[in-house]
């Protein structure tokens, strides 16, 4: 028996979300985050350099940029996409507290 791809659920979720201080589009992103009380790890790459690289290691060099692990899968969001942040964290844990750094 071969399950279809509906059927078939992430292990876990975890969210992550780069930003930098002045940048609209964060603001926005984490406003859309908290009020879908999605958990989320905030990052901010301008007094990070790690979270930086890390962005880099994502193919993007622009904030915001979220990361959403699934699993063994990850997809990467650059800017705020709100058609594609829905179809991506429809499955994603919420929290009653938001994580940031």
Known sequence: MTPN???LKPIATRVLLFTQPGCLSCELMRVFLQAKEIAF???DISTDPEARSAMLEHDS???PTLVVFA???EEVIVGFDLERLDQLLADAPSSDSVTES
Do not use: A, F
């Open 5 to 7: 791809s509906e059927s």
């Open 41 to 43: 790890e905030e990052r």
């Open 61 to 63: 060099n622009e904030t």
């Open 71 to 73: 699993g063994e899968v």
